[in-house]
Every structure is written in C-alpha cells, then in structure tokens.
C-alpha cells in the first residue's frame, strides 16, 4: 500500500508565504505525476498544480506567477511554495500522486490566509 501526507499548513496573514511538502511512504513504487489539489467550503476539489514526468507543470490561472511546484523525485516528493498569498487561497490542500495503481491522496493540510 503506499500513501502520501502533507505537511507544512497554517495561518499566514495576506501576502505572505508558506511551503507545501508532500511525502510518499509504504510500498516502494514511482510515480508518473504528482501535484496539489484544494477545496474550500462548499466548494468542489479543484486542480492546483501538478508536475509530471519530464518536469512539465501546469497551474491553475489562479495562482500563476503566485505558487510554484517542484518535486523530487528520488524520494517521491512534492512540494508547493505559496507566495503572495490571499484569502481567496484558503483552503484544505491535497496532495495527489499518479501510481500504477491509480490515484493516491493525502488528507489534507488547511491553509488560512487572514489578518
């Protein structure tokens, strides 16, 4: 079984920054694409940002220019820097990895951005 968790959320007053880190554990495998989902109340989970396998990212036009990904993929690893952050980012953020056996998620680091 492999799993995924994040760490690195909090409260962060508007403009500021904080890193996302997603690390993978249980049964030894590789992952194809990696990246960052987020949900807010009453709202669907939607794509933050992924990273594939030769490196190419995609992101929502939302925070392009704002959040970059990066991932190490020795040690199955994600990460998400949240620059300029604003309260429209709050949200519980995922952490999504592509397996050979389908889609793997974490459960979730809340993110607050608020003065």
């Known amino acids: 079984q492999v799993r995924v968790a994040e760490s690195g959320g909090g409260l962060v007053q508007p403009g500021g920054s904080l890193r996302l880190s997603c690390a993978a554990s249980?049964?030894?495998?590789?992952?194809?694409?990696m990246g960052w989902y987020r949900q807010a109340p009453g709202t669907q989970r939607k794509l933050v940002a992924n990273?594939?396998?030769?490196?190419?990212?995609t992101y929502d036009d939302s925070v392009k220019g704002r959040f970059t990904i990066s991932r190490n993929k020795a040690y199955n690893m994600v990460f998400l820097q949240m620059d300029n952050l604003r309260p429209e980012d709050t949200a519980v953020y995922y952490c999504?990895?592509?397996?050979?056996?389908?889609?793997?998620w974490g459960q979730g680091t809340q993110v607050t951005v608020s003065s």
């Open positions: 249980g049964r030894e495998t590789s992952f194809s694409a």
């Open positions: 999504w990895a592509y397996s050979p056996w389908g889609d793997i």
């Open positions: 990273i594939r396998g030769g490196g190419t990212t």
